[in-house]
């Protein structure tokens, strides 16, 4: 028997943590943090103590104590013993925060096992930013390697998400097969790589399916396009705007997106003006054999938006021959598609669109009704007389697809993760279990 215990992921979308037990292999399947993390104690300035490492995260319960896991650092003033790894590997599926944020915690001595391409975000990330997901055993994979564990082995194969270098597991254990898909979807700019894995899942008849379902609900409420409709859509904004801006906003690592954006600019005669944090991942990932990018530097198409700041990163240099600042956006606004990130609107006071210029969503809407955020961005475009539209693709399969998918794949037992509603799962195969958070079950 193979023993699983999720420790995230349970009724919830993100905040994933499986542990998979087999003899004496441990592995850990991501390491994320959930999206309203610890929302019920911290707001505002009131935070947890990092200094403490884990000793606020402890007390609240918003971390388990898992004997083994942790780094000395963090367990240091926590009061909880600290113990030598007992864990053979942590396989991130891919880089998004709710799968890895928790890794920062992890001890350094215990193989962090990824994707070459998400170790190439992650650097970026972590370049660009003031964030550190601490230092690990990092080992790269790629489709179609097989990493090899006691009893145990691994094998990632690529899927479609709304990051690239995204990956499912089919681990293969001496009781049979179980598959982790991680968070996958079919209608993206990649289906391909989603239809290998899941046509490697079916040759092996999985004893157990870990299976994502972001979009498994009762009432699908936000509205959701394909890559190539986000593509199609924008392209009609960027012709009928005219003389005016057309500004956009997306997701950090959102490659796709960023490509969509980039071919919407070169079709229409634009330039794509990518925020300094976007060229940084586009120039590290261009390296990538794998992904194919216009490069940021040579390419006619793309400019880099460069705040006034009082001191500039180092990293920021790299892009200066391609640097536009606010005046010039200003004085181009027919010629140019800019990203601008929420975080950044207060750049539009330099700026100055023309009243009646375009603002592009192209994210997930608002998943509360009085999200501040979005009040505090609306107030900002009525400021400036932008005219919003909503386009997004997500990065999860439908309802209906996953419903599919399971049926296809016919796996013994079905256990459901990274949903909101889990019981949703019970109709669509023989066996469900529905997992207790923290506590361990046999498949
Ligand atoms: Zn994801």
């Known amino acids: 028997m193979a023993n699983i215990t999720m420790y995230g992921g349970v009724g919830e979308i993100g905040g994933n943590k499986v542990l998979l037990e087999e003899g004496k292999t441990r592995i850990f399947l991501d390491m994320g943090q959930s999206f309203g993390f610890g929302e019920e104690y911290f707001t ?12 606020d995260y402890f007390e609240l319960n918003l971390v388990p104590k898992i004997p083994g896991l942790y780094s000395k650092e963090t367990l240091e003033g926590t009061g909880y013993r600290y113990r030598k790894p007992m864990f053979d590997g ?11 944020w928790h890794l920062r915690f992890v001890h350094p001595d215990i193989p962090v096992c990824l994707g070459e391409g998400t170790k ?12 550190f997901f601490g230092e690990h055993d990092f080992q790269t994979f790629r489709t179609g390697d097989r990493i090899k564990l006691d009893g145990i082995e691994v094998e990632p194969i690529h899927v479609d998400h709304s990051v690239p270098a995204a990956y499912g597991y089919i681990i293969h254990t001496k009781k049979g097969t179980i598959v982790y898909t991680g968070d996958f979807r079919k209608h993206g700019s990649h289906s391909e790589l989603t239809e290998d894995f899941l046509a490697r899942v079916k040759e092996e008849r999985p004893i157990a399916l870990i299976c994502e379902g972001t979009r498994v609900a ?15 859509h924008s392209k009609a904004v960027v012709r009928k705007a005219g003389k005016k801006l057309v500004v956009t906003t997306f997701y950090p690592r959102d490659v796709d997106r960023m490509r ?9 005669g634009r330039k794509f003006v990518v925020s300094a944090k976007t060229a ?20 006619k198409h793309l400019l880099v938006y460069v705040r006034e700041l009082k001191r500039y990163p ?24 800019l990203q601008l990130d929420f975080f950044h609107f207060n750049e539009l006071v330099d700026i100055q669109p023309k009243k009646g210029s375009h603002f592009i969503h192209s994210k997930s809407e608002p998943f509360v009704e009085d999200d501040i955020e979005e009040e505090v961005k609306n107030n900002w475009l009525d400021r400036f007389g932008l005219k919003q539209h909503q386009l997004h693709a997500s990065g999860h399969c439908s309802m209906e697809e996953i419903k599919t998918i399971v049926k296809d794949i016919d796996p013994k037992v079905l256990i459901p993760i990274h949903c909101e509603e889990p019981e949703l ?6 066996k469900v279990i529905l997992p207790i958070l923290g506590k361990g079950f046999e498949v």
């Open 260 to 268: 969509t954006f980039y071919e919407v600019a070169k079709a229409t």
């Open 280 to 299: 940084h991942l586009l120039t590290a990932l261009g390296k990538d054999p794998g992904i194919k990018l216009p490069d940021v530097i040579r390419n």
């Open 314 to 337: 180092s990293w920021e240099k790299d892009f200066e021959k391609k640097a536009v600042n606010a005046e010039y956006v200003h004085k181009n606004q027919d010629k140019l598609i």
């Open 218 to 232: 009762s009432e699908e409420k936000r509205k959701n396009y394909t890559e190539a409709e986000v593509k199609s």
């Open 44 to 55: 505002g300035f009131l935070g947890a103590r990092d200094r403490f490492g884990l000793r």
């Open 425 to 430: 799962f019970k109709s669509m195969a023989k």
């Open 90 to 100: 942590i396989f991130l599926s891919h880089i998004h925060f709710d799968h890895t």
């Open 120 to 131: 190439i975000i992650m650097d970026s990330w972590v370049t660009t930013s003031k964030d």
